[in-house]
């Protein structure tokens, strides 16, 4: 399954809080799409990904300021 | 030279921008997540600059002045600024360069930042701010004190900072991922790869240095500064008088055309506009940072990074209540139990 999360307009670190609160409900293999906008968490969402063991499948620019990145949950 | 704050400035604005460089980060990952990795970068900036700093010195090329500790003074205002820098999601130098990537919500926080600064500095309330720095102790340097050499202090620093990156360092390296690359050779550095936190802050803190002797040409015996800068800005700009418009003044300028040089040439620059909730908290989180970085006598820059290179007790004791700010702020706005969120509806924001 395939959850998406919205989070444009929010500076950091709101994205990432609210990525990691999505995560905790998705099961083993689902995956998370984090749709952001805050150039901080170019750097602090791939960051966390890694360090939490959850490899990213897709990481974007979605546009000017805008980007897509989608984590799967392990 | 004026010129060469403008350029100084453009040049910490691009590298600001590029670095994903954010102190309030630094200091709030410290309480929210117990990671120092960006705080320990923070410390590698103060420790590069205070061995360029005192090697100037030792050359004879500036000379540091040492004032008497406004304590009080420094105790509130570097509290109020490290909890002002929470709501407003960006310290003083952190909301320059947001202020350039088009976020609206840094725009608010910027003028209401160099406006209460102003107030504060030469404004209705400079009484107050007055009386409140006029309370010292008869201290300046924590080396003065001692008595020993700024030296000692240097090499204690140092020590302790090589040893803070080693740690990070020598974590086990996780594969991080990155964006496809779009650009090649310089502008692919330049405008794409993600720097390293420990590299940007390297360095800023030789920026940090090279701005002395450039501002001291100017007759302004001083390093890197945001809130006087940005406080005679806008005495400038409602006064016309050309005499404020100094190397600092044109340094903060400089901030704002350097980020916004490098988001744009990265694709990073949009103007974002926030939700009303976002903007009252930037309002008002520009306003109590003037009013803390006036008091305290710096923000993150001009006390934290600059005033500790040259082992003040102000600086010191600026970034130890900048950091208590932070915390208290983070407990009460981030660390919160959040509503069970919905993760498959939008939250918030506009969907793309």
Known sequence: MQVKLETDGQVCPFPLIEAKSAIDDLAIGDELVINFDCTQATEAIPRWAAESGYPVTNFAKAGDASWTITVQKQ | MLISGLIVGTVLGFVLQRGRFCVTGAFRD?????????????????????????????????????????????????????????????????????????????????????????IMKTGPLSGFNTSMRGITIDAS????SLGISPWVLVAVLVVAVGLAVRHHLSKPKVKIATLPASKSGLA?????????????????GVIATVAWP??????????????????????????????????GVLLVVGILLGSFIAAKGSGEFRIRVPDATTIIKSIGGGALMGIGAALAGGCTIGNAMVQTAQFSFQGWTALGFMILGTGVAAKLTLMRKRPASTPTSSTSGVSV
Not at chain 2, 141 to 144: D, P
Not at chain 2, 188 to 204: C, D, M, N, Q
Not at chain 2, 218 to 246: H, Y
Request: proline content about 3%; overall charge negative.
């Open chain 2, 30 to 118: 410290l309480w929210t997540t117990r990671n120092s990795r960006w705080f320990t970068a923070f410390l590698v900036i103060v420790a590069v600059h205070s061995v360029g700093l005192f090697a100037l010195q030792a050359l004879g090329v500036i000379t540091l002045e040492a004032e008497a500790f406004p304590w009080l003074a420094t105790i509130v205002g570097g509290f109020i600024f490290g909890f002002a820098i929470i709501l407003a999601g960006g310290c003083a130098t952190g909301t320059y360069y947001r202020a350039g990537e088009g976020l609206v919500g840094s725009w608010f926080a910027l003028i209401m930042y160099a406006l209460f600064s102003a």
């Open chain 2, 141 to 144: 340097t924590i080396y003065g």
């Open chain 2, 188 to 204: 692919h550095v330049l405008f794409e790869k993600p720097w390293g936190a420990f590299g940007t802050a390297a360095i800023i």
């Open chain 2, 214 to 247: 450039l501002s001291a040409a100017t007759g302004r015996n001083d390093g890197l500064g945001i809130t006087t800068p940005s406080s005679k800005l806008v005495s400038f700009l409602v006064t016309g008088d050309p005499e404020l418009v100094d190397w």
